[in-house]
């Protein structure tokens, strides 16, 4: 499985940004598919999933309001769209792929595999 991240940048606060995700070789019938983030100095947290089994979505509370995830009909490649940004959403932010099927909270899935990540710059 390849997970390549795209779209990542500067960008003042308030504004926008859409990331993508192009997977390939994830052909299990069963997975999910999500974005995760790291800010200097912080663990690492998740923003999103989406999960093949019945396509659920799930968010981080914090973002849910400002964030949105969606993929191509492909399941190719997923996005990420993140309005009103703040500078603490600055962060390294990865894409993540699970294999197998499960009907909890895909934030928690024990992710096998990941990008190398694309980094969001927010300033004041």
């Known amino acids: 499985v390849r997970l390549v991240e795209s779209g990542g940048g500067l960008v003042q606060a308030g504004g926008s940004l859409r990331l993508s995700c192009a997977a390939s070789?994830?052909?299990?019938?069963?997975?999910?598919i999500g974005w995760f983030r790291q800010a200097p100095g912080k663990e690492r947290e998740g923003v999103s999933c989406?999960?093949?089994?019945?396509?659920?979505?799930f968010y981080a509370d914090s973002m849910k309001s400002r964030f949105t995830v969606s993929s191509d009909n492909a399941r190719s490649t997923l996005y990420l769209q993140m309005n009103n940004l703040k500078p603490g959403d600055t962060a390294v932010y990865y894409c993540?792929?699970?294999?197998?099927?499960?009907?909890?909270?895909?934030?928690?899935?024990?992710?096998?595999?990941w990008g190398q990540g694309t980094q969001v710059t927010v300033s004041s």
């Open positions: 993540a792929a699970f294999s197998g099927k499960s009907y909890s909270n895909c934030l928690n899935y024990h992710y096998r595999y």
């Open positions: 989406v999960r093949s089994t019945d396509g659920y979505t």
């Open positions: 070789g994830l052909t299990a019938e069963d997975y999910a």
